[in-house]
């Protein structure tokens, strides 16, 4: 089966940089999308980025210009690297992989995502 584990998380100061990276292990059948959410307390799990099978993304508009998905599929390594961090970019942060349908493309649908990592913490501090 699929595991991920989330790792580079920390504290930074606004206008830092942090490099998010998700492990994956196993072997099941996917359509090789990934992605990351965030949550912070008392609020709803928002996606951030997702990465499709042959390299298309997709960003929330609030990171934008300043987060960047990308993949290493030879070492199944997902990361984000996340320049210019603000305040209001402190949450959890988790990687999801493998929306479980016959397609190459990600679709903009978080409970499609069958796997899900531990998370990391992200605080940035103003």
């Known amino acids: 089966q699929v595991q991920l584990v989330e790792s580079g998380g920390g504290s930074v100061q606004a206008g830092g940089s942090l490099r998010l990276s998700c492990a994956a292990s196993?072997?099941?059948?996917?359509?090789?999308?990934m992605g990351w959410f965030r949550q912070a307390p008392g609020k709803e799990r928002e996606g951030v980025a997702y990465?499709?099978?042959?390299?298309?993304?997709l960003y929330a508009d609030s990171v934008k210009g300043r987060f960047t998905i990308s993949k290493d599929n030879a070492k199944k390594i997902l990361y984000l690297q996340m320049n210019s961090l603000k305040p209001e970019d402190t949450d959890m942060y988790y990687c999801?992989?493998?929306?479980?349908?016959?397609?190459?493309?990600?679709?903009?649908?978080?409970?499609?995502?069958?796997?899900w990592g531990q998370g990391t913490q992200v605080t940035v501090s103003s």
């Open positions: 196993g072997y099941t059948r996917s359509n090789g999308c």
């Open positions: 999801a992989a493998d929306q479980g349908i016959e397609s190459m493309y990600c679709y903009n649908v978080p409970t499609l995502f069958r796997f």
């Open positions: 990465i499709d099978s042959v390299g298309g993304t």
